[in-house]
């Protein structure tokens, strides 16, 4: 791993900080500390924000009739980032995961309930990674919503965009052939 | 570029075989021609074959109102590989790319139109890139086939298998999205 969570990046920070100049570090730890303070959790949504509800759900030009459900807040700024959609989102704080102890109630689901009730959703897309763990949430979502009267889709999978076939491995691929869409 | 058709590759290669034994080079020089000379494309689907039409063309067990259109031979392989599809084959032999010169008429769409009038094909499943010119070979394969009362579908975009949102582009996200399905 070489990532910004890496050992690596950690001492290469550690490193820059005990050499950078006092003032700014106490600059730095002060910018810290504020924006841990602000920075809350949407008590509607789950994403993370300064003012409650946040921006996307008090945003009256966005469809209240569509919620996308995602894994963590993060996911919210890779789908704004697409442009492409417009309704409300619900983070899920986590997927199902039996090996590592997390149930259906440790995530934000009696939570979704709730705005089922309250909200006018007419589709919940869920928008979970395509690992074992994403499959069996989204299953498992989909029966427990299945009495609602709200449609409930999931995100294809698929090739990404700009590849080929040669890229692809064969679930992918199978995946890919299985979500197959007729062109009009 | 490091893979089996780069100058490195090329030259490691090249090292390798004046340094061998003379006998080993001769066999294999004389592998080569043999490969060659035996390995042909399917007058039917144009796949690499040994037999005319390929074991594939005339194996009764697939489903022969499917045809999976794909750009290059090597691509049946790794659909073969994902063992989901059990249709025939229809090798395209390129992709329209007006940039390098790709017109329709230099691809194998007339040998497929024959096979809609002599085959009882149903369905052809569009299994191209999702570059700019597999995109657009796609519409035009579409819109040509419209009239001829076959089903075009195409194969989906989306999250690859095992993926998280995080590594997902902008494009992805927004065709898988734009791809969602109903979870019943």
């Known amino acids: 791993m070489n ?3 890496s050992p690596r990046s950690a001492e290469r920070i550690a490193l820059h900080l005990v050499q950078t100049e006092a003032e700014s570090v106490r600059q730095l730890a002060q910018a810290i500390l504020v924006a841990r303070e602000r920075i809350q959790t949407c008590r509607t949504c789950g994403a ?3 003012v409650q509800p946040c921006n996307i759900c008090s945003d009256p030009r966005r469809d209240a009739s569509l919620i996308c459900l995602v894994e963590q807040p993060v996911d919210i700024i890779s789908i704004e980032k697409s442009g492409t959609y417009h309704g409300k ?6 997927k199902i995961s039996p090996l590592n102890g997390v149930g259906p109630e440790d995530l934000r689901i009696a939570d979704l309930e709730t705005r089922l009730r309250k909200e006018t959703i007419k589709e919940i897309i869920i928008a979970l990674g395509t690992d074992v763990e994403g499959d069996a949430t ?3 979502l989909a029966k427990r919503f299945a009495g609602t009267g709200v ?6 999978h698929g090739l990404p965009a ?3 076939l040669e890229f692809a491995d064969e679930l992918t691929l199978s995946r890919a052939l299985e979500g197959r869409r007729e062109i009009h």
């Open 151 to 156: 449609k409930t889709t999931r995100i294809a």
């Open 48 to 50: 993370l924000t300064e």
């Open 3 to 5: 990532g910004p969570g």
């Open 138 to 140: 989204s299953f498992y």
């Open 89 to 94: 989102y619900h983070v899920l704080a986590g």
């Open 162 to 164: 700009g590849s080929g």
